[in-house]
């Protein structure tokens, strides 16, 4: 019997899966949001208050933050009330830190899956970070609340928001997959990630408006994608008070896309690996 | 019949690393890096001179080729090691081969694991669309399948439940429920057998043959459960040291693997052994003496066992289990050691074995800690029919003797 090639659909050789990638990732879509739907019914079982969690943490962070840095510390408020200076900013640095957090961890705590089914892994870490986009949205609806309690109303430039969403949902693809895929060789990881979230809540102008720096470190301030981001979603929310600061900003943006590239390539360089080493 | 599966001349390596078991550090690795790229600008000689790791090349399979015919069901046997659960692993592309090609027709679910994904604080139904989804299921395509897999799995009632607070039975019946209704023209099922009941092995077994036959799908099953795989399985595959020993009848691979695995009557391990603990001898006898594996119905057998010693191990207990010829155990003993070089008899009485072909097996361990010396050659013998209550009937009547009171 003469068999050839075409008559089988899968064939299994060395560098083969590297070529079908982007195919496999479409076949495996629906793995992609079970995986987001199971994290999301997973998030809040057993817990008293469940979905209130996300309410929660925020409120309490920005009360602390506003009255840390607006209260006692008697920073710039920019114009608008501090709670709201703080929310927005909140907001993305939450979204991230959690997300990115996830990410890291999300390959190791699936370790089961990798060792014994086979599907293209980047579908575990970019799954994680629908869960936190809910998260992201309750508290959306929470700085809304904010906004009618102190009669404020948002400007124009809160239609570019979505863009500013997409790019921190970029920033945590590109930090968390780097991570993720360091985390399966190092578990130095796990130890370094919280470190660097907890850390970030300072260096980032979470508690403060970015104008509190002075303008000759602004540049390389800009260097943290974050504050890029931050200054993006104040810009948004806060309006015309707040002037965007465009070379910091360009500076941000370009770095994350660099940062994804980077992410992408070194998780399918070492992905296929990761069965064999977790 | 069409060629299902195809693999030709797979090799498929590791890296092992002799130095120290542990994981690698990131702080190492920078070093690593660090002084590499150091020496090598200074151009030094003493390059690894912080990291004298041995590498080697493990081969987990080397050069293997073998077709498997659409419909065909096939056993994969061989001893721990023998590269059985890495062409698993290749077969259903969680790694690649190092070389060499696979080529399959149809669609693969593989079964490593019963309830890979399963997650504890997810209900039962909540389960079967995840895990369904994970072993590559569309939705519609497990909505379809949903009754035949609640039914299947005898959950019923739980069904909305969290599956944490499922008996294991229940978890076990689930995950195999899902995957068994997979479908998938090839199922790569690997020891899932070895958990559950007996009921629930025979119910698997026997959904796992019906999708063969009647559904035409091929199959490819690993276990180390000889009497399940005779049972299912019509073709098989004898794999040794990562090479393909023997490909042919399931009756024939088995009777092969048996008697190359199992046949020593009595064996001396060297000398000079790195154990701390371990077996000299063993052998079988009718009187302590003369080495033998044939007994009458009527003789005591004596097991012998030669202990010998580097050192005094704490708690180190010697095991020995009777398998039946299907190796599977049949009953145990234990003694706590209390002198660590010289000999043990253990003496096993007459009329308990009924007529038949039994295997033991021997090991040293520390229980449920670690094993001191595990030896995967088991002695077989055989008791010969010489009169026991079962002879005159030609059924399988068992393999012990009680005495049993009437009233």
């Known amino acids: 019997m003469a068999e050839n090639v075409a008559e089988f659909d899968l064939i299994i050789e060395p560098g083969r ?222 309006g015309g008070n707040n002037q965007i600061y465009l070379p910091g900003m360009f500076l941000s943006i370009g770095i994350v896309v660099l940062l994804l590239i980077f992410g992408i390539r070194y998780f399918r360089k070492v992905e296929k690996k990761f069965a064999d080493i977790i | 019949m069409a060629i299902a599966i195809k ?122 669309f995840l895990n369904g989804t994970i072993l590559g299921m569309r939705r519609a395509e497990i909505k379809r399948k949903f009754d035949e897999i609640v039914s299947f799995a005898e959950i ?20 195999f429920a899902v995957a068994a209704n997979l479908e998938s023209e090839i199922l790569v099922v690997d020891e899932v057998l070895a958990v559950g009941d007996d009921n629930f092995q025979r119910k698997c077994l026997g959904k796992m043959q019906q999708v063969s036959s009647e559904e035409g799908r091929t199959v490819l099953f690993v276990s180390h459960n000889m009497a399940a795989i005779t049972k299912l399985c019509n073709k098989g595959i004898l794999l040794n040291k990562g090479k393909v020993e023997v490909n042919s009848t399931i009756e024939n691979v088995v009777d092969n693997y048996i008697s190359t695995n199992f046949q020593n009557d009595l064996f001396i391990l060297d000398e000079n052994n790195d154990k701390e603990v371990y077996f000299q001898k063993i052998f079988l006898s009718r009187n302590s003496e003369t080495p033998t594996n044939t007994f009458a119905f009527s003789d005591d057998i004596f097991c012998t066992f030669d202990i010998d010693s580097k050192e005094v191990i704490k708690d180190a207990t010697l095991t020995f289990i009777i398998r039946d010829r299907n190796l599977s155990p049949l009953f145990s003993d234990h003694k706590p050691l209390s002198n660590y070089k010289g000999r043990l008899i253990a003496v096993i009485p007459k009329k308990i074995l009924l007529p038949g072909k039994y295997y033991i097996q021997s090991m040293l361990h520390v229980p449920n800690v670690r094993f001191l010396d595990n030896n995967e050659d088991y002695i077989n013998f055989t008791i010969e029919e010489t009169g026991s209550k079962n002879s005159i009937y030609n059924t399988d009547l068992g393999f012990v003797n009680i005495p049993v009171l009437w009233q």
């Open chain 1, 17 to 238: 899966s590297e070529r079908n990638y982007w195919n496999d990732i479409w076949r495996f879509r629906e793995l992609f949001f079970f995986m987001a739907w199971r994290d999301i019914l997973v998030r809040y079982k057993q817990t008293a208050i469940g979905l209130a969690w996300s309410i929660i943490r925020p409120v309490l962070t920005m009360l602390v933050f506003t009255i840390v840095f607006g209260r006692l510390a008697k920073l710039p408020s920019e114009g608008v009330p501090y709670p709201i200076l703080v929310f927005s900013a909140l907001l993305p640095w939450q979204f991230f830190s959690t997300s990115f957090t996830d990410a890291s961890n999300s390959l190791i705590s699936n370790s089961n899956m990798l060792t014994k089914i086979y599907f293209p892994r980047l579908i575990i870490p970019v799954s994680t970070v629908i869960v936190n986009l809910l998260d992201f949205l309750i508290s959306f609806v929470i700085l809304l609340c904010l906004m009618l309690w102190y009669h404020f109303s948002p400007s124009i430039n809160i239609l570019f928001l979505p863009f500013f969403i997409f790019l921190t949902m970029l920033t945590v693809f590109g930090t968390g997959l780097y991570v993720a895929a360091l985390n399966v060789k190092y578990r130095d990881f796990k130890y370094i990630v919280p470190f660097v979230v907890q850390f970030g809540l300072y260096i980032c102008p979470v508690g403060f408006s970015s104008n509190v720096v002075p303008e000759k470190w602004k540049l390389l301030y800009s260097l943290n994608p974050l504050v890029g981001i931050i200054d993006g979603f104040r810009w948004c929310i806060l």
């Open chain 2, 156 to 175: 019923g009632k739980f069904l909305d439940t969290p599956v944490k607070r499922y008996s294991s039975g229940m978890y076990v019946r689930l995950a």
């Open chain 2, 7 to 128: 693999v030709e001349n797979v090799c498929k390596s590791y890296q092992i690393t002799h130095k120290e078991e542990r994981d690698v550090s990131f702080r190492e690795t920078i070093i690593k890096n660090i002084t590499e790229g150091f020496n090598k600008t200074k151009n030094l000689a003493n390059r690894n001179s912080l990291l004298p790791a041995k590498k080697e090349e493990f081969k987990a399979l080397q050069n293997l080729s073998f077709e498997v015919r659409q419909g065909e069901r096939v056993g994969i046997i061989g001893r721990n090691g023998a590269g059985k659960s890495t062409l698993l692993k290749l077969l259903s592309r969680i790694t690649e081969p190092t070389s060499g090609r696979i080529s399959t027709k149809g669609r693969i679910a593989s079964l490593l694991e019963v309830g890979t994904g399963f997650h504890p604080e997810l209900t039962g139904r909540e389960n079967i």
